[in-house]
C-alpha cells in the first residue's frame, strides 16, 4: 500500500496569515498522462470530508481561490493565501493513483 | 444535485456482522466511470478507505479488511451496500460513502471524491 505522510499533524495560524501543509507519498504518484492522482480534503468538525483539490492542482467546484495545490510525483503542499475563521478543521490527503487508496494523518488547522 | 446517504444499524455485538447502505440519487452506477467509494473514521482518528465499486462491477478493497468486506451495487435501486464480517470493537467509527467520476479510457481524467454523504455512525459493543 501506498504510505502518505502530512505535515505538520497541528498548525495553530492567525486569521489574514498563509498556512501550508505538506504531503509526500512512497511511491510517485504520477502517471504517464501527467496527472497526479493526489486529492485535498477538509474535514470542519462535526461534518463529513468536503474535496477541496484533485489531481493535485485542481480546485474542486465551490472552492475559494485562497486554496491551491501543487507538486507532482511524491511530494505535494496545500496551501491557504490567507486563513480565515471557517477555515478550521481537519486536512487530509489522500492518494488514488492506485487501490487501496490511504489517506494522510490529517493535519489540524486552529486559529490562533 | 447529486446525493449520497448511508443507513444501518447504530448499534452492533461483537461477531456480528455489519451491513450499510449507501443510497444516493443525482448519478448513475451504471453510466460509464462511475464509482463509489466506502471510507470510515474511527472517533478521534484519522480517515480510512474501505472499498470501492465501479460502474462495470469492478470491486476493490482494503488490504487490512479484505478478508472482511465484501461490496455490491443495486443500479437499479440506486444503492451500494457494504457489509463487514466479524465485528469488533475497533471497527466503531462513522462510515460514510462517496462518489468517484473517473474515467474509464485514457486520459483517466478524475475528478475526486466530489460528493459525500452524512455518514452513520456505528458502535460495536455487547
Known amino acids: 500500500d501506498i504510505v502518505m505522510t502530512q505535515s505538520p499533524l497541528s498548525l495553530p495560524v492567525t486569521p489574514g496569515e498563509p498556512a501550508s501543509i505538506s504531503c509526500r507519498s512512497n511511491?510517485?504518484?504520477?502517471?504517464?498522462?501527467?496527472?497526479?492522482?493526489l486529492d485535498w480534503y477538509l474535514q470542519k468538525p462535526g461534518k463529513s470530508p468536503h474535496l477541496l483539490i484533485y489531481l493535485g492542482t485542481n480546485r474542486a467546484s465551490r472552492v475559494p481561490d485562497r486554496f491551491s495545490g501543487s507538486g507532482s510525483g511524491t511530494d505535494f503542499t496545500l496551501k491557504i493565501s490567507r486563513v480565515e475563521a471557517e477555515d478550521v478543521g481537519v486536512y487530509y490527503c489522500?492518494?488514488?493513483?492506485?487501490?487501496?487508496?490511504?489517506f494522510g494523518q490529517g493535519t489540524k488547522l486552529e486559529i490562533k | 444535485q447529486v446525493t449520497l446517504r448511508e443507513s444501518g444499524p447504530v448499534l452492533v455485538k461483537p461477531t456480528q456482522t455489519l451491513t450499510l447502505t449507501c443510497t444516493f440519487s443525482g448519478f448513475s452506477l451504471s453510466d460509464s466511470g462511475m464509482r463509489v467509494s466506502w471510507i470510515r473514521q474511527p472517533p478521534g482518528k484519522a480517515l480510512e478507505w474501505l472499498a470501492r465499486i465501479d460502474w462495470d462491477d469492478d470491486k476493490y478493497y482494503s488490504t487490512s479488511l479484505k478478508s472482511r468486506l465484501t461490496i455490491s451495487k443495486d443500479t437499479s435501486k440506486n444503492q451500494v451496500v457494504l457489509t463487514m464480517t466479524n465485528m469488533d470493537p475497533v471497527d466503531t467509527a462513522t462510515y460514510y460513502c462517496a462518489r468517484i467520476i473517473k474515467g474509464a479510457t485514457y486520459p483517466f481524467y478524475y475528478y475526486g471524491m466530489d460528493v459525500w454523504g452524512q455518514g452513520t455512525t456505528v458502535t460495536v459493543s455487547s
Open positions: 511511491q510517485s504518484l504520477l502517471y504517464s498522462n501527467g496527472y497526479s492522482y
Open positions: 489522500m492518494q488514488a493513483s492506485q487501490t487501496p487508496y490511504t
